[in-house]
């Protein structure tokens, strides 16, 4: 589906020198998972981000977060999702409207 596309890119976009996957490819990944609602791996992709992509576009943003949190919505998972607003805050992220 969606999300194994966005998947197959990312890892395809990892193993080219020419065209590495930065956040905004982590964020359209993350939220094909949440589509999905495969919030197990949007929260792996969500972790992964900060190793992976160079500095200083390898934190996750606003958008990050929104999509990450998508998927613990649609997944049932609010336990998560309160990780994830306070991993935000921690992060100095103020979540807005779309976070709740």
Do not use: K
């Given at each position: 589906?969606?999300?194994?596309?966005?998947?197959?890119?990312?890892?395809?976009?990892?193993?080219?020198?020419?065209?590495?996957?930065?956040?905004?490819?982590y964020n359209?990944?993350?939220?094909a998972c949440?589509?999905?609602?495969?919030?197990?791996?949007?929260?792996?992709?969500?972790?992964?981000?900060?190793?992976?992509?160079?500095?200083?576009?390898?934190?996750?943003?606003?958008?990050?977060?929104?999509?990450?949190?998508?998927?613990?919505?649609?997944?049932?998972?609010?336990?998560?999702?309160?990780?994830?607003?306070?991993?935000?805050?921690?992060?100095?992220?103020?979540?807005?409207?779309?976070?709740?």
């Amino acid at each position: 589906g969606q999300s194994d596309e966005a998947l197959l890119l990312l890892s395809e976009m990892e193993a080219s020198p020419s065209a590495p996957p930065d956040r905004i490819s982590y964020n359209t990944a993350i939220a094909a998972c949440s589509r999905c609602g495969e919030w197990r791996t949007a929260l792996r992709l969500l972790g992964e981000m900060a190793e992976r992509v160079p500095p200083p576009r390898n934190t996750p943003d606003a958008h990050s977060y929104g999509a990450a949190l998508s998927a613990c919505e649609r997944g049932g998972q609010p336990d998560e999702a309160l990780r994830l607003l306070e991993r935000m805050r921690s992060e100095g992220l103020r979540p807005g409207l779309v976070h709740y």
